[in-house]
């Protein structure tokens, strides 16, 4: 009975390093690009994890959670809370991209979330695509999608290089898909920005929307989903991965239900032995 203190440190202990790991990403940046030159330019022959300043494009992470009925998406990147970045002195501009979801996992993102109104777009006086549909933020259901090509490949003076392609790890040719082109309304959302202290990443993007009335969306997220994020509309970095859905605990929760179990063990012993007090 004397180790038995002991042994519950030990344990407490391994637990806690466990519980680090609701800290790390539940999706890690794995995911390569290739870029790709505008004006019809071809693709580099190099997949990289950024394409251009890391400390303006590169993603870090994607952390999901889930609360009744809705889900949260925390975007880490050094991409910069307005959404906008012009690359001065010229009149080339890049904007945050939509999120892009898979419910069914058949490799066709049926689902994106607008993060930033696509009339803001115009504030940086958008030269490409030359026609665009106003959406406001929010959960789509997705008729069609733009493509970093259908941003960047107009710019010709100068010309740019930008993310033309993702995911190294398979032959079949994947084009970034940027932003949301046409889709219908599914849920209103609430995205906002936050600066983080120090560097990498420098902001995370949080998006919430209820999911719970939405046919076939949730029943898809109980079997796990797949997410794609070009991370701005020129796609020089981007993240990918598949996430289990609501039903499964989430680490936090598994190391309080340990904790709690071993508190019955604990008490269990002691109202047998009679002498808890003295012995502990």
Request: glycine share 10%.
């Amino acid at each position: 009975m004397k180790r038995l203190p002991l042994l519950l440190m030990l344990l407490a202990l391994v637990m806690f390093m466990l519980a680090g790991d609701v800290f790390s990403y539940m999706i890690d940046d794995n995911t390569k690009v290739l870029q790709k030159r505008s004006n019809n330019g071809g693709y580099g022959t190099t997949w990289t994890d950024v394409i251009g300043a890391s400390s303006q494009f590169n993603i870090y992470g994607i952390d999901v959670s889930f609360s009744s009925g809705n889900i949260t998406f925390d975007l880490y990147t050094n991409f910069n809370h307005d959404g906008i970045y012009q690359l001065t002195p010229y009149a080339i501009y890049t904007y945050l991209a939509d999120l892009a979801l898979d419910v069914d996992q058949n490799g066709t993102y049926e689902y994106g979330v607008v993060l930033l109104d696509h009339d803001k777009w115009t504030d940086g006086n958008l030269k490409y695509p030359t026609s665009l549909v106003d959406l406001d933020v929010g959960l789509y259901s997705v008729i069609d999608w733009y493509t970093s090509i259908d941003f960047m490949n107009g710019y010709t003076n100068p010309m740019v290089y930008y993310g033309g392609r993702w995911d190294q790890s398979v032959p079949v040719i994947k084009i970034p898909n940027v932003a949301v082109k046409n889709g219908i309304p599914k849920s209103t959302a609430t995205v906002t920005s936050t600066d983080i202290p120090g560097d990498n990443p420098n902001y995370k993007w949080t998006a919430t929307f209820n999911y719970s009335l939405i046919p076939g969306f949730a029943d898809g997220l109980a079997n796990g989903f797949d997410v794609f994020w070009g991370g701005m509309t020129c796609s020089n970095d981007a993240i990918s991965g598949s996430l289990a859905g609501p039903s499964i605990p989430e680490p936090a929760t598994l190391v309080l239900m340990s904790f709690g179990l071993i508190g019955l063990v604990v008490i269990g012993r002691c109202k047998m032995k009679n002498s808890c007090r003295r012995k502990l």
